[in-house]
């Protein structure tokens, strides 16, 4: 049998998957086109779990990509252009039998790598189901105080519009997809073990379907394509994990109570935070309008608990108190999961939004080398015009300092940041960019920093 890197990179070894090219930064035209960058995975180990300390690097990034693409194989994702469309070739690959039983190997191996940090985080709520209910309820006040440190950082960015942009493309990576996960439990013969979950399912559904419109619409009224993954290099792997764990529960239906924890979770985090988003909008873009988070269904601690005891009265009549156990799991682990993208991406804008600081610091550490004759760990790179790197993120601090050409540097959508001889930018650990030669060729370095060398900045 293969070990878990050859298994993922004989996934990753699929055409849709290729590194992407100068004209595919944005893709609006080929859903089953998802760069992936798989001549990383040479040096990436899937073998083994990430820690929680660790759910940002960029083995978590690459592996979100490919998991979320597993997980896309069931579904209807339709070519954009009939017979000898690019997108055509694609569908095939993507459909095919073989990458099907591919897919199916590597999701074992990444969910393993991707999600068992969260089991050294679980803590068993032991006692009846009002204790959970008030669990429930408590964590819905506690989101309603501190709906999203992102949020906050978006709207005080200096560069508000990107800001809020690069907030609203991460959304395209969670909503669709939560609304397949939900999808995938409506299917079944199980009306007489839990009579009311399906029609609490569809009801969920229906809402999700009936604000479909509303999504495109906020999407093209801030200019941005509403077509599936237009923005699949622009997205954190953060943005894909809570709707890579809720699509990896709800395809086990052994961990049914945690699919509908996990769920119940996403319903508080979708509504306390659309306020946020809303209010981000408008002042970001003036007249474009909210209503895809302005008619979100609101959560009020008595329908919670109500919709608690619903899902989980006849559970727990099959089966006794490992019904609750598990909705508690997957509950927490939606809840930590959340948490974590929220930091991401607040950590991210406020990068982006102070690019200019990051060059002066870049200038002092590139001096500090010098000056002190510094050792230090350092890559080198010839690159040929229009050579492109598909984004990515760096798991230490390293410097971008050209030598000779010139190159597109990118964090966001729609910014293109020139970089010519002479030029220097910190890259932070676990941050997301890309890049693509502008001249015949281009010589850059990137030095790692230490967290040492770095304070001293």
Known sequence: MDDPNGIVRRYAANSPLRSATAEELVND????????????????DYGKPLTAELVLRLSSLLGHRMLRTVHDTDLLFLPSGGEGHPSREDADAFRSTENRLNGQQAAGVLEHHLFDWLA??????DGPLTGLVAHVQAVLEERRAAPSRALDVARSCRHRKQAATFALVQLTADRPAAQSAVARTLLGDYDT????????????????????????RLLTDVDLSAEPYAYWQFLLSSSFAGANHLHTVAHDHGRLS???????YRRIEEAVTAGG?????????????????TGAPPVTGESLAALTRQLLE???????????????????????????????LAVQLDWADRLDEYKVKAEKLDAMI??????????????SHEETSTTHVHDDHRLVVVEVGQMHFWNNVGEMIPMDEGDKLL?????????????????????VITEDLLSQV
Request: a negative charge.
């Open 29 to 44: 035209d080929n859903p089953f086109r998802r760069p992936v960058r798989p001549h990383d995975l040479g040096f990436l």
């Open 120 to 125: 050294d985080e679980h803590t068993p709520l």
């Open 193 to 216: 073990a839990h009579p009311a979950l399906r029609g609490l399912l569809l009801e969920d559904y229906t809402d999700r379907a009936a604000r479909a419109a509303d999504y495109r």
């Open 258 to 264: 945690e699919f509908l924890g996990a769920w119940v």
């Open 277 to 293: 988003y809303a209010e981000m909008v408008r002042e970001a873009y003036g007249n474009s309008d909210p209503a895809y988070f």
């Open 314 to 344: 006849p559970l727990l009549q099959r089966f006794g108190s490992e019904a609750s156990v598990s909705f508690h799991r997957g509950f927490e682990d939606a809840r930590r999961l959340a948490a974590v993208a929220d930091g991401d």
């Open 370 to 383: 010098k000056e002190n004759a510094l050792e230090v760990d350092l890559e080198t790179f010839v690159e």
């Open 427 to 447: 890259i932070p650990a676990e941050r997301l960019h890309g890049s693509m030669v502008r001249s015949g060729t281009c010589t850059y370095h990137q030095p």
